[in-house]
């Protein structure tokens, strides 16, 4: 777990990539799911906004097949940096991303919404942002999930990540985009009351309701794989 809490510390010396104003070429996608529908007005007490803005705010939702996560305990929302720890095939990539943005509004349209944004720090395999929102609809009482994504491979990927990128990148993204809509539905509308997130000390290791990965053990950890690279060989210790 030390090791750990030196990875995620560490974030705080990584700059932003996402730049959006001095480079072109982003793709940008609109993924939206419905949660399903409360009584019209403001979100319901423990009702279906509330509790997907609660798996949203701790960032409890991602697939932990695909992707799971680790922040500081006492870090504020705004300006937290997230270790962000995706499995793929024998390898877990390590990189970094930092909530930029908190977003609490209602919009003209009659939506209610809440949700962050996270850019993404050197290090990283794409550069970019994501923006997480819960709505609701006040006057129909329907809520949805929504992610919007503006991203990029980072140009210095290496042959050999470009080319795994170029094969299995954009299917693997897209899976995550569809599996989160996915986790957020039964986590907030059929997962019972009393949601919790792991670890202990100053350590949160999200999603909370992951169980141990037995391949874990057998996979390499690539940290940071796009600057300063370097396997990590596997370790039962070091999350």
């Known amino acids: 777990m030390n090791g750990l809490l030196a990875v995620v510390e560490g974030l705080r010396e990584r700059a932003v990539t996402d730049d959006p104003e001095a480079e072109a070429g982003w793709t940008v996608d609109e993924h939206v799911h419905e949660l399903g529908t409360e009584r019209p007005g403001e979100p319901v007490p423990d009702g279906i906004w509330e509790r997907a803005t609660a798996l949203v705010r701790d960032y409890d939702f991602t697939p932990p097949e695909l992707l799971r996560a680790a922040y500081l305990r006492d870090s504020e929302l705004l300006g937290r940096d997230i270790l962000l720890d995706g499995r793929f095939g024998p390898l877990r990539f390590l990189m970094g991303v930092r909530i930029t943005e908190v977003v609490d509004r209602a919009d003209e349209d009659g939506w209610r919404i809440w949700g962050w944004a996270y850019?993404?720090?050197?290090?990283?395999?794409?550069?970019?942002?994501?923006?997480?929102?819960?709505?609701?609809?006040?006057?129909?009482?329907?809520?949805?999930?929504?992610?919007?994504?503006?991203?990029?491979?980072?140009?210095?990927?290496?042959?050999?990540?470009?080319?795994?990128?170029?094969?299995?990148?954009?299917?693997?993204?897209?899976?995550?985009?569809?599996?989160?809509?996915?986790?957020?539905?039964?986590?907030?509308?059929?997962?019972?009351?009393?949601?919790?997130?792991?670890?202990?000390?100053?350590?949160?290791?999200?999603?909370?309701?992951?169980?141990?990965?037995?391949?874990?053990?057998?996979?390499?950890?690539?940290?940071?794989?796009?600057r300063g690279r370097r396997l990590l060989p596997p370790a039962a210790d070091r999350t």
């Open 119 to 226: 850019a993404t720090l050197d290090g990283h395999l794409q550069r970019g942002q994501v923006l997480y929102r819960v709505a609701k609809h006040r006057a129909s009482g329907r809520v949805e999930f929504r992610a919007s994504v503006r991203w990029k491979p980072d140009p210095r990927l290496g042959p050999v990540f470009g080319l795994g990128w170029g094969l299995f990148g954009r299917r693997s993204q897209l899976r995550f985009y569809r599996r989160i809509g996915e986790r957020v539905r039964e986590r907030a509308v059929l997962e019972p009351p009393g949601r919790r997130t792991s670890g202990t000390g100053p350590l949160v290791l999200v999603p909370g309701d992951a169980r141990p990965d037995p391949w874990d053990h057998a996979r390499l950890r690539v940290a940071h794989p796009v």
